[in-house]
């Protein structure tokens, strides 16, 4: 199961306790996410996992103890507990805001798909965790590398889209205690399960938002919760409605989408491996409420689609090469290359070519006319054969490092290195990158045997 393809499928939106529900569903070990959460001091204890049925489908529901504190020190309080106003809404992170006579908070605690709204001046009591405290708890914390990575990424475009909506900065995001003691156990929980599963790709067509409108202290907000729609529009991510009037996607369960899809597209060819489902709390009218994932192994696609765009370029610094193909991979490209050739009154200059997927032939071809100096590109349809691929990570002296595997059908006919890992690796411990390369294919080659 590891090292594949994995899949969401948002028709009734996601949370974040959703998406660790529907990791343990597909076999992900609960001790691999209690281990996780021991190391940045949330506690094992904390997490609670059963089975339940939803709309008729079996599913596994995950709920967090949030009683007591999530970091000794790190909170406060003011005299007697503010009065919360219940909403639907998914936002959950505390922005410190500085007026002239007083300092209010706003804090937004996500409770599975049920989340609350605080709003209260210093005067009152509050218990409250700076998002600075959370992620030096992440960073310092004994955690795997892919952990540790996953959930400060989610974490970060909570904050971001916090800062942004409130016009404040990510130094002054706060997470309300109750929040941050969900959020930790589903975002670093989610992050664990993820890491596990170490997937080759990951995607999702679409996720369900809800319309309609929330009501909070300040009075009505519309649906999306405007921190999932920030996370989704900062990341590229498809949002539909969902036909439901209520909401569907939480600002923790969009974050997780943001920071783990690597397309953005319905699932592709494969056999599916395992399938697990994620409960949501409440039920829905029309839909089990559940989340599903699927992992999937790829299988060879024979005589695939693919363009080749080609540009001629004669007038042109090999300065903005460099430059020019990272932007044709950056709108979609599957390759690029160059290629010297001699164009007319014998001037020395480069072929411009990509590979893109039919969907992407049109921003591939938008990038090179805008970063090079070409007028013009010409594109022919092709047709390849590609072999299915997966992610193997092997142990060496050096670390653990990812071996891409090609394969058709069970029959191995590739394995290499990932380069980018054996250059970090080479430089941390001040050896040459082919002495890495070749302990990983040692590590993978006694994995067969």
Not at 172 to 192: K, N
Not at 418 to 447: G, L, N, Q, R, S
Request: aromatic share 4%; hydrophobic share 45%.
């Amino acid at each position: 199961m590891k090292g594949l393809h994995l899949h969401f499928d948002c028709a009734s939106g996601i949370a974040g306790d959703m998406t660790l529900g529907a990791l343990l569903d597909l076999g992900v070990p609960v001790a691999v996410v209690g281990d996780a959460l021991d190391a940045v001091g949330a506690g094992r204890q904390r997490l609670r996992v059963e089975r339940v049925t939803k709309g008729g489908i079996a599913a596994t529901n995950v709920t967090v103890d949030t009683k007591g504190q999530l970091f000794e020190g790190h909170t406060h309080s003011h005299g007697p507990r503010p009065k919360r106003a219940t909403t639907e809404s998914g936002g959950f992170v505390a922005v410190k805001f500085r007026a002239e006579t007083h300092e209010r908070h706003i804090h937004i605690d996500e409770q599975g798909d049920k989340t609350t709204l605080v709003h209260h001046d210093h005067a009152h009591d509050h218990s409250h965790t700076h998002y600075a405290d959370i992620r030096k708890r992440i960073t310092e914390a004994k955690l795997t590398e892919g952990t540790r990575r996953r959930a400060l990424d989610i974490f970060d475009r909570l904050a971001k889209a916090e800062a942004k909506l409130h016009g404040s900065t990510v130094e002054l995001v706060m997470f309300h205690e109750v929040g941050a003691i969900d959020s930790i156990v589903d975002i670093v929980g989610t992050a664990a399960a993820l890491d596990w599963l170490a997937p080759a790709s990951v995607t999702c067509a679409e996720v369900a938002m809800g319309h309609g409108t929330l009501k909070c202290a300040h009075g009505v907000l519309p649906v999306p919760a405007p921190a999932s729609l920030e996370v989704l529009r900062d990341a590229g991510g498809v949002m539909t409605d969902g036909g439901l009037a209520r909401e569907l996607c939480t600002p923790t369960g969009a974050a997780i989408l943001a920071a783990t899809v690597t397309s953005w597209m319905p699932a592709p060819r494969g056999k599916p491996v395992a399938i697990g489902w994620g409960a949501g709390d409440f039920d829905l009218p029309d839909r089990a409420n559940v989340l599903r994932a699927t992992v999937l192994q790829p299988v060879t696609t024979a005589a695939a689609a693919i363009w080749q765009i080609d540009a001629n370029i004669d007038d042109m610094s090999p300065e903005l090469c460099a430059p020019a193909a990272d932007a044709v991979f950056a709108a979609g490209a599957v390759d690029v290359w160059w290629t010297p050739i001699t164009m007319k009154k014998g001037r020395p200059a480069l072929t411009l070519s990509a590979l893109a997927e039919p969907d992407k032939r049109d921003a591939v071809i938008a990038a090179i006319l805008r970063e090079t100096t070409t007028i013009g590109v010409r594109y022919t349809q092709l047709e390849r054969t590609v072999l299915a691929r997966r992610i193997v990570e092997v142990q060496t002296r050096f670390g653990p490092i990812p071996v891409k595997v090609a394969l058709e059908g069970d029959a191995v006919r590739n394995a290499a290195p990932e380069y980018d890992a054996c250059v970090a690796a080479a430089k941390a411990h001040a050896v040459p990158v082919k002495t890495v390369f070749a302990a990983a294919i040692m590590a993978y080659e006694a994995t067969r045997t």
